[in-house]
C-alpha cells in the first residue's frame, strides 16, 4: 500500500544529505505502515513494475481468478500494470503485498490487508500462481502478514478472511493460521460475473497470542 513520503530536513549540512545506504533502499523499505516482511522462504513487498510481466501471466488462470473476489478473467498487461498503478496511489485495500521468492525474487502471488468500516477488523486475502500451490507459501505468507498486522497495529482486535467453499486448499491454509469458522455466505465474483458461496472465518488478538509460535498448529 501506499507509504509515508519521507521528509527531508532542508537545514542539513552537506554530509548529512549525502544518500546514506539506508536512503537508497526502495521507499517501501522504510515504511512503518506497511514493512517489508521476511520468512523463513519469502519476501513480501510493494508490487513494482517489474513484476507485471509475471503477475500477468499467473494470473491470467481461470483457476486463480475464479477464487477470488476481483480478478478479472481473462487477466492482461494492461490489468497487471493497473493493479500496481492502484497499490502504488493507496487505491486497493490497506496493504498490498508481492509475495516473491527469497531465493532468487521471483514474483510468485499476492496478499494483502483490508480495513473493515469498525476499525477493529481487517480482512487479509491473497492468491498464488499456480506452479507455486502446494509448496506450504501461501501458508508462509499468512502467517507472515498476520503476524505483522497483530503485532504493529494495536487498534485491531480481529482478522477475517474468506474461502470459496469449493476452495479446499485455501480453507485448510486459514485454519492452519488459526481461524474459527464463523458463518456462510455469498461474495462477488468478478471473473464469473455472479455471486459465489464463500466461507467466514475470523481470528482473534487473544487466539493469535496463544498461537503465535504457529508450531501449535497442526
Given at each position: 500500500?501506499?507509504?509515508?513520503?519521507?521528509?527531508?530536513?532542508?537545514?542539513?549540512?552537506?554530509?548529512?544529505?549525502?544518500?546514506?545506504?539506508?536512503?537508497?533502499?526502495?521507499?517501501e523499505r522504510l515504511r512503518t505502515d506497511c514493512p517489508v516482511l521476511l520468512s523463513e522462504r519469502l519476501v513480501m513487498r510493494a508490487p513494482h513494475?517489474?513484476?507485471?510481466?509475471?503477475?500477468?501471466?499467473?494470473?491470467?488462470?481461470?483457476?486463480?481468478?475464479?477464487?477470488?473476489?476481483?480478478?478479472?478473467?481473462?487477466?492482461?498487461?494492461?490489468?497487471?500494470?493497473?493493479?500496481?498503478?492502484?497499490?502504488?496511489?493507496?487505491?486497493?485495500?490497506?496493504?498490498?503485498?508481492?509475495?516473491?521468492?527469497?531465493?532468487?525474487?521471483?514474483?510468485?502471488?499476492?496478499?494483502?490487508?483490508?480495513?473493515?468500516?469498525?476499525?477493529?477488523?481487517?480482512?487479509?486475502?491473497?492468491?498464488?500462481?499456480?506452479?507455486?500451490?502446494?509448496?506450504?507459501?501461501?501458508?508462509?505468507?499468512?502467517?507472515?502478514?498476520?503476524?505483522?498486522?497483530?503485532?504493529?497495529?494495536?487498534?485491531?482486535?480481529?482478522?477475517?478472511?474468506?474461502?470459496?467453499?469449493?476452495?479446499?486448499?485455501?480453507?485448510?491454509?486459514?485454519?492452519?493460521?488459526?481461524?474459527?469458522?464463523?458463518?456462510?455466505?455469498?461474495?462477488?465474483?468478478?471473473?464469473l460475473g455472479s455471486n459465489v458461496p464463500v466461507e467466514w472465518y475470523r481470528l482473534d488478538r487473544k487466539t493469535w497470542m496463544s498461537l503465535r509460535?504457529?508450531?501449535?498448529?497442526?
Amino acid at each position: 500500500m501506499q507509504g509515508e513520503l519521507l521528509r527531508v530536513d532542508q537545514s542539513r549540512s552537506p554530509r548529512e544529505g549525502q544518500v546514506s545506504s539506508e536512503e537508497r533502499l526502495r521507499p517501501e523499505r522504510l515504511r512503518t505502515d506497511c514493512p517489508v516482511l521476511l520468512s523463513e522462504r519469502l519476501v513480501m513487498r510493494a508490487p513494482h513494475e517489474e513484476d507485471i510481466d509475471a503477475l500477468a501471466h499467473l494470473a491470467n488462470n481461470a483457476k486463480v481468478a475464479t477464487m477470488v473476489s476481483r480478478m478479472p478473467h481473462p487477466y492482461t498487461a494492461d490489468d497487471a500494470a493497473d493493479f500496481v498503478r492502484r497499490t502504488k496511489k493507496g487505491e486497493i485495500g490497506k496493504c498490498v503485498y508481492a509475495i516473491t521468492k527469497a531465493e532468487n525474487g521471483a514474483f510468485i502471488g499476492c496478499c494483502g490487508v483490508e480495513p473493515h468500516a469498525d476499525g477493529r477488523t481487517v480482512e487479509i486475502g491473497y492468491w498464488l500462481g499456480e506452479p507455486y500451490w502446494n509448496k506450504g507459501y501461501t501458508t508462509e505468507a499468512c502467517h507472515a502478514l498476520v503476524d505483522m498486522v497483530f503485532r504493529t497495529r494495536q487498534d485491531v482486535d480481529q482478522i477475517d478472511a474468506r474461502c470459496r467453499v469449493m476452495n479446499v486448499a485455501s480453507r485448510r491454509v486459514i485454519q492452519k493460521c488459526g481461524f474459527q469458522f464463523q458463518g456462510s455466505g455469498l461474495a462477488a465474483s468478478l471473473a464469473l460475473g455472479s455471486n459465489v458461496p464463500v466461507e467466514w472465518y475470523r481470528l482473534d488478538r487473544k487466539t493469535w497470542m496463544s498461537l503465535r509460535s504457529w508450531g501449535n498448529i497442526a
